[in-house]
Nanobody
């Protein structure tokens, strides 16, 4: 059974940092896209960042560019989200996601939630002002 388990969320003051981790089990995702999405209270879930199976190719939500960094350790089947200079508007439940499809696609593919077949349960991030 495939599982994605997030960890690392918590409460942090504005300007602080957190590092989220996502551990995948049940299969490897070395050749698959992986990403992070978030859902703030009262809002729909939105794209945050994604990484092609080649970890060097990444896509970011404009509002997190320069502050968030996705990285992956394919050997350990892990993906990380380093979040710096956090803002209150970053408060949300953060979800790890993995695609079931291998290979390269146009950039739009990586932004769509429907491109990801596997999802974690989420980890809460609260940024206080």
């Amino acid at each position: 059974q495939v599982q994605l388990v997030e960890s690392g969320g918590g409460l942090v003051q504005a300007g602080g940092s957190l590092r989220l981790s996502c551990a995948a089990s049940g299969r490897t995702f070395n050749n698959n896209a992986m990403g992070w999405f978030r859902q703030a209270p009262g809002k729909e879930r939105e794209f945050v960042v994604a990484s092609k199976w080649k970890g060097s190719v990444t896509y970011y939500l404009d509002s997190v560019k320069g502050r968030f960094t996705i990285s992956r350790d394919n050997a350990d089947n892990m993906v990380y989200l380093q979040m710096n200079n956090l803002k209150p508007e970053d408060t949300a439940v953060y979800y790890c996601a993995a695609s079931n499809s291998r290979g390269d696609y146009s950039s739009n593919y990586y932004y769509r939630q429907t491109s990801y077949a596997y999802w974690g349960q989420g980890t809460q991030v609260v940024v206080s002002s």
